[in-house]
């Protein structure tokens, strides 16, 4: 572990800790969006839905041009981009005083992150020797979760869900993580140039083709899309229902506790689960937590108690755990150096479940009421599980051309294998 670590560039590290306050300041006030909509402007649930749900939307068709522009003009370049532009849109969030507003600054705001979210992702992969990734990418899944352990809490405490005090603290902390960035890539002028990769570049039509004949890509990237739709429902279409159901008082607030127990419960069974994972093909832990996701929804529908909705949580974090913290390396593995960035850009793709969620969270919850509480989150849970068939079928093909991999390593020389 310790020669992993001495292995870990200063710019990872760079963006491993920011991403720590990053996610610490956006969690302050961007969790309890939904709740402040409903609360302060007097939106609807789909009006707020249709809100939460253009940050996905944008990030879903934004994402592949984000990898793949950074494979061409550079990850530095976007990244400057994306951090910069988060500054302004969380300035904009605590300027906003219409839902209108809302809907223009989230539109942003997922333009930022789908720039962000591929391109630091593929500068990792660049900078991190082989050997090393794994640790890298879960140490920065784990930063994310340790920036959320405290950020629902502190946004409490400034009145997230009634003022906009949070928006301005988010864009101050995003406004110092990117001149750090800035002085790190100065003292490292090699890195995030668009030399990095090899071989003649690829139009963006030419890379559309490669990621979208790729079948054992295609079939992960649909079936994590069912994954992300349950993930999605955490944030959107439960914390609606906290504050609109009469069986629980002051949902913000435990929604904000639930938030902070998410983060701590990733925090505390993150490297166990991936060393336990680790011993079966990548697949596996994805079918495994989207099975527990489904089950922790059914779960949040079902039973109105306190004991119920925590224990929900550490049931959906498990799922999130198995879900989310071996697809980078995944993707990693299937993408070729020179389209790196266009891979995990692609795979951005898979937000689109995050844009359905808003979206049918706030639809059913309209059409049904919280008093349907268990249709509501039986239909969520049973449309998750539609992911499952996808990623046995992703799993087959891995395992098909693995073995036609190893069988032709072993073939003898100039005998067909």
């Not at 969690?27 to 709740?35: G, K, Q």
């Not at 899309?225 to 949902?251: K, N, R």
């Not at 996701?293 to 306190?306: K, N, R, T, Y």
């Not at 087959?396 to 294998?417: F, I, M, R, Y």
């Amino acid at each position: 572990m310790n020669a992993h670590l001495k292995q870990i560039h200063p710019l990872s590290w760079t963006i491993i800790v920011g991403t720590i306050f990053g996610r610490m300041a956006s969690s302050m006030s961007i969790p309890f969006l939904s709740i402040y909509l409903i609360k302060s402007l007097g939106a609807s649930p789909s009006e707020t839905g249709i809100v939460v749900a253009v940050s996905s939307l944008i990030g879903v068709f934004a994402s592949f041009y984000g990898g793949y522009i950074s494979d061409v003009i550079g990850r530095k370049s976007v990244l400057y981009i994306s951090i910069f532009g988060w500054v302004l849109v969380f300035i904009g969030f605590g300027l906003a005083n219409q839902v209108w507003l809302f809907f223009i600054m989230n539109a942003l705001n997922g333009l930022c992150r789908a720039l962000f979210e591929p391109t630091s992702r593929a500068l990792l992969a660049d900078i991190t020797p082989q050997e090393s990734k794994m640790l890298v990418f879960n140490l920065r899944y784990a930063a994310i979760n340790l920036g959320v352990v405290v950020g629902p809490i502190l946004g409490l405490q400034m009145g997230a869900s009634d003022s906009g005090l949070a928006f301005y603290f988010a864009g101050l902390v995003y406004l110092v993580y990117g001149l750090v960035l800035v002085f790190q890539f100065m003292l490292h002028k090699e890195i995030g140039t668009a030399d990095h990769g090899a071989g003649e570049r690829l139009t963006l039509k030419g890379a559309m083709q490669v990621t979208g004949q790729d079948r054992t890509f295609l079939y992960v990237l649909v079936g994590m899309i069912f994954c992300v739709l349950g993930y999605g429902h955490f944030s959107s279409t439960l914390a609606q229902y906290l504050e609109m159901t009469p069986d629980i008082q002051d949902g913000a607030k435990l929604f904000g506790y639930m938030l902070s127990l998410n983060a701590i419960v990733v925090l505390a069974v993150q490297f166990p689960i991936v060393k336990f994972a680790g011993r079966f093909s990548p697949v596996v832990p994805l079918i495994a937590g989207n099975l527990f996701v489904s089950g922790s929804l059914l779960l949040f529908g079902s039973v109105h108690a306190l004991w119920a909705f925590l224990l929900g949580v550490v049931i959906f974090t498990i799922g999130e755990v198995l879900m989310f913290t071996m697809t980078d390396v995944l993707v990693d593995r299937i993408a070729p150096a020179s389209l790196r960035g266009t891979y995990f850009g692609m795979f951005g793709f898979n937000q689109l479940g995050n844009v359905l969620a808003p979206l049918m969270g706030g639809f059913l919850l309209d059409a049904f009421g919280v008093s349907q509480s268990l249709l509501v989150f039986g239909i969520i849970a049973l449309t998750t599980a539609f992911g499952v068939p996808f990623l046995l079928l992703a799993k087959g093909h891995l395992t098909a051309q693995e073995a036609a991999a190893v069988g032709k390593a072993e073939a003898p020389a100039g005998v067909p294998s």
